[in-house]
């Protein structure tokens, strides 16, 4: 894929970019080494200021930002501008709680002395340059989780952002820079994505974090196994969304539509598959299919908008053989399902219902639009539907029976499960997942210390 800004509104290519060659990137790897040595001993209260500084240019840069967002990846500009303010969040969160959460921890005092030991302490150091190869749906939010905490914890980040979204790329360089980090802090690179295996095995750079794809994920995990880097991968989710008898219908149904088709259908805490209960499922399915059947469809840039064109031509075929391949095996199209006439890379809000194993539906993800509806009998069924998937990022249950919520919280195989609401990420909450969508987590405690050396200092008595 080339490195350019290619508007999926209308297939225009606005603006391409050289790939940076071996000459540049070794600059940058001298220089994220060099700045690590400095910026590691700097104190939280320093990086937190820096931080919040660039926390603040955000929210100056908001509107601007958003555009660029929008017109690199289509994501509706509203929903552009609500990602640049978590990222905000996010760095202001991080600003205020790193040091606490990276504070020495002080073993109890019977097993300093059961080790002989006159004191011990635990201590959190950082381990230099991490290398962060993100994705195009979030293109802000994906890097600032990483970032943010990085950054925090005394690392230094080197980015390899998605080819499609160059411009919003080189703005996270630029904001971390005018906020008054250090060149080397933060750094973009440039370049296609048969230049991060070189880069990964560099032994300057001491990890990696990778959001994206399940091929991406193994061919950086391989490598970074092959060098014995310390990596952290979240690599999509096909989440189930399952509603219970007792659930409100009228309110899950909303929330359900939103669940689907936020960022265009391309998240991958998206809710996928819609696992209904039958004493409910017509009644959930009807109010479902209506509330995805009425989305306003359209111009990205536009307020009204709450579905833009997907990312990628690619992308919408993918999405299309999807859909296709359910239609022939029998699902049936309650709504949506068919290419629209005109410029961009647009695909209606589509609802599949019978969907069967033999499907790719039922096995793949599908990044857009697109949602499958699942009948169950009873709880045990509706575990086993939603466990019956090569991933397990989040779910969603909709109940009113604490049994039942206890039920899904110890059966179901996944990093989350959210009751009576939508998954959504937040800085306090760690976010990850299991099976094929990754290992580690970000955000929170647990995410500022994926990327430390936890250290043991033992003294003698």
Same mark, same amino acid.
């Given at each position: 894929?080339?490195?350019?800004?290619?508007?999926?509104?209308?297939?225009?290519?606005?603006?391409?970019?050289?790939?940076?060659?071996?000459?540049?990137?070794?600059?940058?790897?001298?220089?994220?080494?060099?700045?690590?040595?400095?910026?590691?001993?700097?104190?939280?209260? $320093?990086?937190? &200021?820096?931080? $919040?500084? %660039?926390?603040?240019?955000?929210?100056?840069?908001?509107?601007?930002?958003? &555009?660029?967002?929008?017109?690199?990846?289509?994501?509706?500009?509203?929903?552009?501008?609500? *990602?640049?303010?978590?990222?905000?969040?996010?760095? +202001?969160?991080?600003?205020?709680?790193?040091? +606490?959460?990276?504070?020495?921890?002080?073993?109890? !005092?019977?097993?300093?002395? #059961?080790?002989?030991?006159?004191?011990?302490?635990?201590?959190?150091?950082?381990?230099?340059?991490?290398?962060?190869?993100?994705?195009?749906?979030?293109?802000?939010?994906?890097?600032?989780?990483?970032?943010?905490?990085?950054?925090?914890?005394?690392?230094?980040?080197?980015?390899?952002?998605?080819?499609?979204?160059?411009?919003?790329?080189?703005?996270?360089?630029?904001?971390?820079?005018?906020?008054?980090?250090?060149?080397?802090?933060?750094?973009?690179?440039?370049?296609?994505?048969?230049?991060? #295996?070189?880069?990964?095995?560099?032994?300057?750079?001491?990890?990696?974090?990778?959001?994206?794809?399940?091929?991406? =994920?193994?061919?950086?995990?391989?490598?970074?196994?092959?060098?014995?880097?310390?990596?952290?991968? !979240?690599?999509?989710?096909?989440?189930?969304?399952?509603?219970?008898?007792?659930?409100?219908?009228?309110?899950?149904?909303?929330?359900?539509?939103?669940?689907?088709?936020?960022?265009?259908?391309?998240?991958?805490?998206?809710?996928?598959?819609?696992?209904?209960?039958?004493?409910?499922?017509?009644?959930?399915?009807?109010?479902?299919?209506?509330?995805?059947?009425?989305?306003?469809?359209?111009?990205?840039? %536009?307020?009204?908008?709450?579905?833009?064109?997907?990312?990628?031509? +690619?992308?919408?075929?993918?999405?299309?053989?999807?859909?296709?391949? /359910?239609?022939?095996?029998?699902?049936?199209?309650?709504?949506?399902?068919?290419?629209?006439?005109?410029?961009?890379?647009?695909?209606?809000?589509?609802?599949?219902?019978?969907?069967?194993? *033999?499907?790719?539906?039922? &096995?793949?993800?599908?990044?857009?639009?697109?949602?499958?509806?699942?009948?169950?009998?009873?709880?045990?069924?509706?575990?086993?539907?939603?466990?019956?998937?090569?991933?397990?990022?989040?779910?969603?249950?909709?109940?009113?029976?604490?049994?039942?919520?206890?039920?899904?919280?110890?059966?179901?195989? /996944?990093? =989350?499960?959210?009751?009576?609401?939508?998954?959504?990420?937040?800085? %306090?909450?760690?976010?990850?997942?299991?099976? +094929?969508?990754?290992?580690?987590?970000?955000?929170?405690?647990?995410?500022?210390?994926?990327?430390?050396?936890?250290?043991?200092?033992?003294?003698?008595?």
């Amino acid at each position: 894929m080339p490195i350019a800004t290619v508007n999926p509104a209308n297939g225009e290519t606005i603006k391409t970019y050289e790939a940076m060659g071996t000459e540049e990137i070794e600059r940058r790897l001298q220089l994220a080494e060099a700045t690590f040595r400095t910026y590691r001993e700097s104190g939280f209260a $320093d990086r937190a &200021r820096l931080l $919040d500084r %660039a926390a603040d240019l955000l929210d100056e840069d908001r509107d601007d930002i958003a &555009r660029v967002l929008t017109t690199e990846m289509g994501k509706p500009v509203a929903q552009a501008r609500a *990602e640049a303010a978590k990222c905000a969040k996010a760095m +202001r969160w991080y600003a205020a709680n790193a040091e +606490r959460l990276l504070a020495d921890e002080e073993p109890a !005092e019977a097993d300093v002395a #059961d080790s002989g030991a006159s004191r011990a302490v635990v201590r959190y150091r950082p381990l230099g340059p991490v290398l962060a190869v993100m994705p195009w749906n979030f293109p802000l939010w994906q890097v600032v989780r990483f970032a943010a905490p990085a950054l925090m914890a005394g690392n230094v980040g080197l980015l390899k952002h998605a080819s499609n979204v160059p411009q919003t790329a080189l703005y996270l360089e630029d904001l971390f820079h005018r906020a008054g980090f250090a060149e080397g802090c933060f750094q973009t690179l440039l370049v296609g994505s048969a230049a991060v #295996d070189d880069i990964l095995r560099d032994e300057r750079v001491k990890a990696a974090t990778l959001t994206g794809s399940e091929p991406a =994920g193994r061919a950086v995990a391989s490598a970074a196994g092959e060098m014995v880097k310390k990596t952290v991968l !979240e690599l999509g989710g096909s989440d189930p969304f399952i509603v219970m008898p007792s659930a409100d219908l009228d309110r899950a149904a909303r929330v359900a539509v939103t669940a689907r088709v936020q960022n265009n259908g391309q998240s991958c805490i998206a809710a996928k598959r819609f696992i209904v209960h039958t004493d409910v499922y017509d009644a959930f399915a009807e109010r479902f299919t209506e509330g995805m059947r009425a989305l306003r469809v359209g111009d990205p840039l %536009a307020e009204e908008t709450e579905v833009g064109p997907l990312a990628s031509e +690619r992308g919408r075929a993918d999405l299309e053989e999807l859909v296709d391949d /359910a239609r022939r095996f029998g699902a049936t199209v309650l709504c949506g399902g068919e290419r629209p006439e005109g410029d961009g890379w647009y695909y209606p809000p589509t609802v599949l219902a019978g969907i069967t194993r *033999e499907m790719r539906v039922h &096995r793949e993800e599908t990044f857009g639009p697109v949602a499958t509806l699942y009948r169950a009998g009873d709880l045990d069924e509706a575990v086993l539907i939603a466990n019956d998937s090569p991933f397990g990022l989040s779910s969603n249950v909709w109940t009113r029976e604490e049994s039942e919520v206890d039920r899904f919280v110890r059966d179901l195989e /996944a990093g =989350g499960v959210y009751v009576n609401g939508m998954t959504a990420s937040h800085p %306090a909450f760690p976010f990850g997942g299991v099976k +094929r969508s990754g290992y580690g987590r970000e955000l929170s405690g647990h995410g500022i210390r994926e990327f430390c050396n936890i250290t043991t200092v033992w003294h003698g008595a």
